[in-house]
């Protein structure tokens, strides 16, 4: 988190030096920082984590824009058309995520993507209900849902 810390205030130098406040310097600030963070801090054990999560994440917004375009070019194409294509369920996901706060987040990313809703999580937190819009085959959702949870917490352990 410190890193984390250290590269926001070194995007922020780089904004101010640079004299221009727009979201492509702010984003350019935050590369360069990340360059010489990864340059400066290579050997520290706490900087490794933070070097591996940066682009797992960039990768991991570039994966869920997509998840998102094709579930809601799903939803819509079955709104337009005259016969409906759905087939609602609801699924007993098991978890992986242990903490409040990983759980919270997998289930808020499953409910941003049309077609799917967190419904509840069970009392000892390993089943997550979730409402499937489209549910021809359960084990390809859970397939799909299981791979989405990966890799939110590749970034987030």
Do not use: C, Q
């Not at 400066?40 to 997509?66: E, H, M, N, Q, T």
């Not at 998840?67 to 194409?77: D, I, P, Q, R, T």
């Not at 021809?136 to 949870?149: G, N, P, T």
């Amino acid at each position: 988190m410190i890193a984390l810390t250290w590269n926001i205030a070194l995007a922020l130098i780089w904004v101010f030096l640079t004299g221009t406040f727009t979201t492509g310097n702010l984003l350019v600030g935050f590369f360069l920082g990340y360059v010489l963070l990864a340059f400066a801090l290579r050997d520290k054990p706490g900087f490794a984590s933070y070097a591996r999560r940066v682009p797992r994440f960039i990768g991991f917004i570039g994966f869920f824009l997509w998840e998102l375009f094709m579930s809601n070019l799903k939803v819509a194409y079955d709104v337009m058309t005259p016969t409906h294509h759905m087939v609602p369920g609801v699924i007993a996901f098991p978890l992986d995520a242990k903490t409040d706060g990983e759980i919270t987040i997998v289930a808020n990313l499953i409910s941003l993507t049309p077609g799917t809703l967190s419904l509840d999580v069970s009392t000892d937190k390993k089943v997550l209900y979730i409402h499937v819009m489209y549910l021809e085959d359960r084990d390809a959702v859970i397939r799909s849902i299981k791979y989405l949870e990966h890799r939110a917490l590749e970034i987030l352990r």
